[in-house]
């Protein structure tokens, strides 16, 4: 089914009709003037359509906007004004007709179809590979693959580092006519200058030192398929001229060779520089440049679509929990946090700090507490749990019945009282839980008077929270005597 509308004139004032019919020839727009009936017997298939919609009397004109909510209406003079309340009615077309207003509505109502949610729902159909986002920058991203990947125009891929270059360029490869061919990545930056040209085009046996055998390059390898060009503006200048060659004739020789070799291949190139800036400082070729930037495609920072960040998380454990098989999750303050913090690794930084935590806490729930210190934005306090006094007991004695036998006699110099050293049960026997008591009003009565009753200091000492000290002062009666 073709995206473009079908345009029909109904008007019964046979002159406007014609008048309009002249002026669609003259701007090359196809058209059909028609009655009601057969209008109605045209609009009930699937195929869009633009109506231009005067005088009509058997049928009302807002029945037909009514029944047909699909169809882009432009509406020919001044008494249908009313009608411009129907959502479909996209705009007023009034005499003398105006070349410039009919062109702007005919554009418009090419948009209202385009944007119809039926055709929203089968673009999103599309099936794209890693593409995670419902923003409207990723949107316009999903769009532009969409439109360009049918075709064979060279597409260059601009954006940050860590924003997803190369998933948008195998996007562009599973979506095109080559998508059975290969798609054959390369680094230009990584690979040294004097390298670089063996590894795009191949060379032939004997071709340098070291050339032991016949080697094919990536557009050989690429052949029917894809070669995506990472990191474009790392390419040394005199392999952008071989480059720039390859381009323009679509052919190439392997080095040492002399055989030219068709270069069937799909070029995409990305790159996180300016090479706008890098023209004019000339570090790269400006003919090049137009030879990349046939269609170009901005991928957007994560700081610019943090809308998408629980979306993207929620797939990045995914893909995790299949390698490590544990996961984790994220509370709402936690999930917060992270939206306000600038991402200026974008989302390989994002997918880093996932897996961070999940070493660190799997198959748990995570806070901004738990999140690192340059990823904490939200003021939040954190839960800190308070244990009954008879677990605090507990813990106490495991204490001192697991020290060693250095650490039993410092203890036991410490659990003075009537001026004897207690380093064993006596055999009477005692009351532990009132001896434990007198050791707590004993410590937390030195704690105070050495730091004059400062409870924030005080409680700092003892290990314990100001408000627990608060409570233990109150229940032994410990304050500052006045």
């Known amino acids: 089914m073709s995206n473009t509308p079908t345009v029909y004139i109904v008007d019964e004032q046979s002159g406007r009709s014609t008048r309009l019919s002249t002026v669609l020839s003259f ?61 479909n009615a996209v705009g007023l077309l009034c005499e003398p007709f ?118 094919k390059g990536r557009f050989e390898l690429a052949q029917g398929g894809t070669l995506f060009l990472d990191e474009i503006g790392d390419m040394p200048l005199p392999m952008q001229v071989k480059l720039l060659r390859v381009l323009q004739e679509r052919t190439y020789e392997r080095v040492g060779g002399t055989q030219p070799i068709k270069a069937d291949v799909r070029i995409v190139a990305a790159t996180h520089r300016d090479l706008e800036l890098m023209i004019s400082d000339g570090s790269f070729r400006e003919d090049l440049y137009y030879r990349l930037n046939v269609f170009p495609i901005d991928t957007p920072a994560l700081s610019q679509r943090t809308d998408d960040i629980p979306t993207l998380i929620s797939e990045l454990l995914k893909r995790q929990s299949r ?20 991402w200026p690794g974008n989302v390989r930084e994002l997918a880093n700090l996932l897996e961070r935590m999940v070493i660190m806490y799997p198959d748990q729930v995570v806070d901004v507490a738990e999140l690192p210190q340059k990823y904490r934005h939200l003021d939040v306090e954190s839960y800190v749990p308070q244990y009954p006094e008879s677990l605090q007991e507990r813990d106490l004695l495991n204490e001192m019945f697991q020290a060693t036998d250095d650490e039993d006699n410092t203890i036991a110099e410490e659990l003075d009282f009537d001026g004897n050293n207690l380093q064993h049960l006596p055999e009477q026997g005692l009351d532990l839980k009132e001896y434990l008591a007198e050791l707590e009003i004993r410590f937390i009565s030195q704690a105070l008077e050495r730091h004059e009753f400062v409870v924030a200091r005080a409680a700092e000492v003892l290990g314990l929270r100001r408000t627990t000290l608060v409570e233990k002062m109150r229940k032994y009666n410990l304050g500052k005597d006045e």
């Open 27 to 87: 701007i090359n727009e196809p058209h059909q003037v028609l009655d009601a009936d057969n209008l109605n017997k045209l609009l009930q298939t699937s195929a869009p359509a633009v109506v231009l919609l005067g005088a009509l009397q058997d049928i009302a004109q807002d029945e037909l906007l009514q029944r047909y909510p699909a169809t882009a209406f432009l509406l020919l003079g001044e008494p249908l004004r009313d009608l411009l309340k129907f959502a």
């Open 323 to 342: 390698q490590s098989q544990a996961t984790v999750k994220f509370t709402e303050h936690a999930m917060q946090s992270l939206q306000l913090h600038s």
């Open 98 to 215: 105006s070349y410039a207003t009919l062109t702007q509505l005919l554009r418009d109502s090419q948009q209202y179809h385009r944007l119809l949610p039926q055709q929203r729902q089968n673009d999103q159909a599309v099936k794209f590979d890693g593409m995670v986002g419902n923003s409207a920058m990723m949107q316009q991203v999903r769009f532009l693959i969409a439109q360009v990947a049918k075709t064979d125009a060279n597409v260059l891929v601009l954006g940050p580092s860590g924003t997803g270059k190369e998933v948008v360029a195998r996007n562009i490869h599973l979506l095109s006519n080559r998508a059975s061919g290969p798609f054959v990545p390369i680094n230009c930056g990584a690979i040294p200058a004097e390298l670089l040209e063996s590894e795009l085009f191949g060379h032939e046996k004997g071709a340098f030192t070291g050339a032991i055998s016949t080697r």
